[in-house]
């Protein structure tokens, strides 16, 4: 499955943004789809992530109550609203996808990505 994110940019501290990731290629409801972020010097950090149906989300500590992870499986997409972001957000995004059975925060268990989307956020 090929994988593309988009929506990034530039925010003050405070704002939202809604990232997109359009998927292609093989049966998309077949994937648990993550949303993972790297910052400058730091290791690539589990965000998001969503089951096949959408019914089971999961998120960080570190942003959890104010991103909302989402997904059409009928439009091949998956969306990560995100509110009140704050400096620390800064970072690449990325979407990923899971072939697995089980919904994980380990990035190694993802078995496709997408090219990355950044996003700064302005104090």
């Known amino acids: 499955v090929q994988l593309q994110a988009s929506g990034g940019g530039l925010v003050q501290a405070g704002g939202s943004l809604r990232l997109s990731c359009a998927a292609s290629g093989r049966t998309f409801n077949g994937y648990i789809m993550g949303w993972f972020r790297q910052a400058p010097g730091k290791e690539r950090e589990f965000v998001a992530s969503?089951?096949?149906?959408?019914?089971?989300?999961d998120y960080a500590d570190s942003v959890n109550g104010r991103f909302t992870v989402a997904r059409d499986n009928a439009k091949n997409m998956v969306y990560l609203q995100m509110n009140s972001l704050k400096p620390e957000d800064t970072a690449v995004y990325y979407c990923?996808?899971?072939?697995?059975?089980?919904?994980?925060?380990?990035?190694?268990?993802?078995?496709?990505w997408g090219q990355g989307s950044l996003v700064t956020v302005s104090s």
């Open positions: 990923a996808a899971d072939g697995g059975y089980f919904m994980s925060k380990l990035a190694s268990r993802y078995d496709y």
């Open positions: 969503i089951s096949r149906s959408g019914g089971n989300k």
